[in-house]
């Protein structure tokens, strides 16, 4: 194994972007030596201006003691020629499969033959890069995140013919510089990446299906289930037309794995420029600023008299509701249904769809409540329930008919990704759940998600919403179906 901590270890970055330069500050700031490089004249020069100033700023707010003798670590070179004593070199050019063959082939030609070539690719295959060179086995993926500095993960790569020696120097090298180093496969997405293909996908379902308007969506996901952000402020803030490429290309990667079939609604916004941020308008508005569109005040009414299911009835008293044990003629009907629609509800404690409404009831109702009808919810039902939810301040979306409601499915979706992900053995479930919160900023790694809402609810809810649409999206994960079934975590590895 190479040893990262030699006082001459010397790294190499090629390409000085916005990645690669990120590379080269964290490499310098870990004590290495480190070369850099770019094919565009004075494009290093300026990758090295850019990183002093960087250093500066932090040295100004007392998280770096000498900026200067960093810099001083960081050598702008004319050719890859310089890269000879290198121990390692990190790739950082542009995202093309050929172009990174024909560099990593040259490369081959100018460094020993015990320095490890890695590559920052995000989509590309690592396999495919290292057959292009007479030693694959030195070669690994070192997928980085943007800002380098600030996102504290990396994914250590593991190529088809990847020795464990360049992948173990690797992952000692991330610990050096302070990140957190998860090592995964070589499968499309990795593991960031793949996980992250169930959050958008899904919502943009939602909103496909009439379910609720995209700023609903939003709202639920971060007020009731605890994400930072929502589906369609993050599609803004990434631009929608590389998130939907991002969708299409993960799609076809994965031989038209119906997990992860993008949606038809998102192609023609692209066509449309309507981008997000970059473009001042996406779902959203931005002028200059994001332009939430205004929630609608709830509705004065009350219902005269009121039948719950048991898990609703605590709040509903606590709201004001005298609950009844049989529901009156004129009773609003409350049911709080897992993977089912309000109708399908309605139908199995035998109640009129028509005065029944239904409640999400797997994320508490302390920051926002789900309120959803049947298709033939009469309008003085539903405003008298939305009314009597909302009367304490909490805030209330009411939502069109849909298995699952809205943070149900779409957390279901995640944990799903999660469990299928660790059943392929692309990643530990320990390296995953890190891996998603600090690459995707989730409140949880998609299989301690599923733990704190239950395993087996997440299974039912799964279960239901594959009965109803007879869809192979939905089947449950085999990792899933088993930890439900034996009733253990979704972390429990398997010997």
Known sequence: MLDISRSDFTAAVAGAGTMGRGIAQVLAQSGARTLLYDAQPGAAQRGLDSISQALAKLAEKGRVKDPQSIVGLIEVVPGMQAFAPCHLVVEAIVEDLAAKRVLLSELEGIVSESCILASNTSSLSVTAMAAACKRPGRVAGYHFFNPVPVMKIVEVVDGVLTEPWVTDALTALAQRFGHTPVRCKDTPGFVVNHAGRAFV????????????????????????????????????????????????????????????????????????????RKTKRGWYEYTPDLQMPPEAPAPKAR???????????????????????KPAPDAVCFVAPLGLDASAAALEHGLDPARTVAVDPLFGFSKRRTLMVTPITRKEVRDAAHGLLASDGVPVS????????????????????????????????????????????????????????????IFNVLQSMHELYQEPRYRPSPWLRRRAQLGVSLLTAEN
């Open 398 to 457: 009411v939502i069109n008919d849909s298995p699952g409601f809205v943070a149900q499915r779409v957390v279901a979706h995640i944990v799903n990704v999660g469990c299928d992900i660790v059943q392929m053995r692309i990643a530990t479930p320990e390296d995953l759940d890190r891996a998603v919160m600090l690459g995707l900023g989730y409140p949880k790694g998609p299989l301690a998600m599923g733990d704190a809402l239950g395993p087996k609810r």
């Open 201 to 276: 996908p899904e919502a943009l379902r939602v909103l496909s299906e009439g379910v609720a308007d995209f700023a609903s969506i939003d709202r639920i996901l971060i007020d009731a289930a605890g994400f930072r952000i929502g589906p369609f402020g993050l599609m803004d803030l990434v631009g929608l037309d590389v998130a939907h490429a991002v969708m299409k290309s993960m799609y076809q990667q994965y031989f038209e794995e119906p997990k992860y079939r993008p949606s038809f609604i998102a192609e023609p916004r692209v066509a449309a420029g309507l981008h997000g």
């Open 303 to 325: 219902p005269a008299a009121v039948w719950a299911v048991p898990e609703l009835k605590e709040l509903l008293m606590d709201l004001g509701a005298k609950i009844e044990l």
